[in-house]
């Protein structure tokens, strides 16, 4: 699983950042990516901080299709 900074730039000719690469890489469940991702309030908050440093530092961005837009 490749982590790439060009997620969601259909352009970019990289692989793109899945949640379940960024999960693998900090130790998360894909269910707790997507919680965060999604604004629910049933993560701890410390996991809440991690995931959200590690999607940004690794420029994720969700798929068009997924946002409705």
């Keep these: ?3 790439d900074s060009s997620a ?3 352009g970019a000719g ?3 950042t899945t949640i379940s690469a960024i999960a693998a890489s900090i130790g998360v ?3 707790s990516v997507s919680k965060v991702l999604n604004g629910r309030s049933d993560v701890a908050p410390a996991t ?3 995931i ?3 999607l940004q530092e690794h420029n994720y ?3 068009a299709r997924q946002t409705g837009g």
């Design 8 to 10: 969601g730039n259909p």
């Design 52 to 54: 959200e440093q590690a």
């Design 61 to 63: 961005q969700r798929n």
């Design 1 to 3: 699983m490749a982590i």
């Design 29 to 31: 469940s894909v269910p």
């Design 14 to 16: 990289s692989p793109r």
């Design 48 to 50: 809440r901080r991690k």
